[in-house]
């Protein structure tokens, strides 16, 4: 059984590099969903408010019979929770779901800089940290900017930024911001998202044969070896399980040059100055 390696974030706790991600599955796909993952090695896993889904984590969890100890759980709070004590409601309400007493790590699902509520939703973040209800803090979906204004006014530095990436979506920049001040960077949406095109390109098929993988995991492989965290959504057993294998394998310096054709440019992806809920 593989199981992903660990990285260590600005608070000293680690995060397997590789999860699974769970949107947009239900509760009873996902419950079946986190029970075939952590079968097959999988020790963290992704939800989100917004993805309605938290029971079903919870319940695949429990019916995993793995130690909670052993797990990385990450939830969002989306707009709905940004502010004070919404915050906190927010929180509450997932742990009631999941069934559980901390989340390994709490992100503001976006920073949605129009309502301008993010800085006053960290500083609770701040909070629930030091009463050991979320571990680790962080955002998703900020930009350079958004992390600005909480680098200044606020005292915790995030421990992840889980943003849109792959191989046509790099965000160097922003990959650069959050290394530069002791931001893990995450990719969502790694293999390109469900219905994207990303996987047909040919130089995947062509580096998969090379290595004996496929497309999937050759992205996969781009992304730990640039030291992202990286959480592929599968809801079939098979691929999931294939997902993981990508630590028994390294694509050469050439591999990742033409893999950089694949680069849509500095626009590509979503804008979170636009986007968001
Ligand atoms: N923070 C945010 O705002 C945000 C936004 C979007 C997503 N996310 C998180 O990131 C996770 C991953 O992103 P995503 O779901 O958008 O996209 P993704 O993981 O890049 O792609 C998922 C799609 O790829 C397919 N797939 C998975 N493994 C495959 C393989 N080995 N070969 C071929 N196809 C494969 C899946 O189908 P099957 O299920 O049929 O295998 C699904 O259609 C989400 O589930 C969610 O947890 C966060």
């Given at each position: ?56 984590v919870g319940n695949g969890i429990r019916a995993s019979g793995i130690d909670r100890g052993e797990l990385f759980i990450t939830t969002k709070l989306d707009g709905e929770f940004q ?21 390994d790590l709490l992100l503001i699902h976006w920073p949605l800089p129009g309502r301008d509520e993010f800085v006053s939703t960290w500083k609770t973040f701040e909070r629930l940290q ?148």
């Amino acid at each position: 059984m593989t199981i992903s390696p660990l990285i260590t974030l600005n608070d000293g706790h680690s995060i397997p590099q590789l999860g699974l991600g769970t949107w947009p599955l239900d509760d009873r796909q996902v419950a079946t969903a986190v029970v075939h993952a952590l079968e097959a090695g999988y020790r963290h896993i992704d939800t989100a408010v917004k993805y309605g889904n938290e029971e079903g984590v919870g319940n695949g969890i429990r019916a995993s019979g793995i130690d909670r100890g052993e797990l990385f759980i990450t939830t969002k709070l989306d707009g709905e929770f940004q502010g004070q004590d919404r915050a906190v409601a927010g929180l509450e309400g997932s742990l009631s779901r999941l069934g559980l007493d901390y989340v390994d790590l709490l992100l503001i699902h976006w920073p949605l800089p129009g309502r301008d509520e993010f800085v006053s939703t960290w500083k609770t973040f701040e909070r629930l940290q030091a009463e050991g209800k979320a571990r680790s803090i962080g955002v998703s979906n900020f930009k350079p900017a958004h992390l600005e204004r909480l680098l200044a006014e606020t005292d915790v530095v995030p421990a992840v930024n889980q943003i849109q990436l792959s191989p046509a979506v790099t965000r160097t920049a922003d990959r650069e911001f959050d290394s530069r001040h002791g931001i893990v960077t995450e990719s969502y949406s790694p293999l390109g998202g469900s219905g994207a095109s990303l996987l047909q390109a040919p130089i995947l098929t062509q580096l998969g044969e090379k290595y004996g993988k496929t497309p999937a995991q050759v992205v996969l492989r781009w992304h730990i070896e640039q030291g992202l965290v990286v959480i592929p959504k599968s809801a079939n057993s098979e691929r999931m399980r294939q997902n993981l294998e990508v630590f028994d394998f390294a694509l050469s310096p050439q591999d990742l040059a033409e893999l950089a054709d694949l680069d849509e440019g500095p626009g590509a992806g979503n804008d979170s100055d636009r986007t968001g809920h």
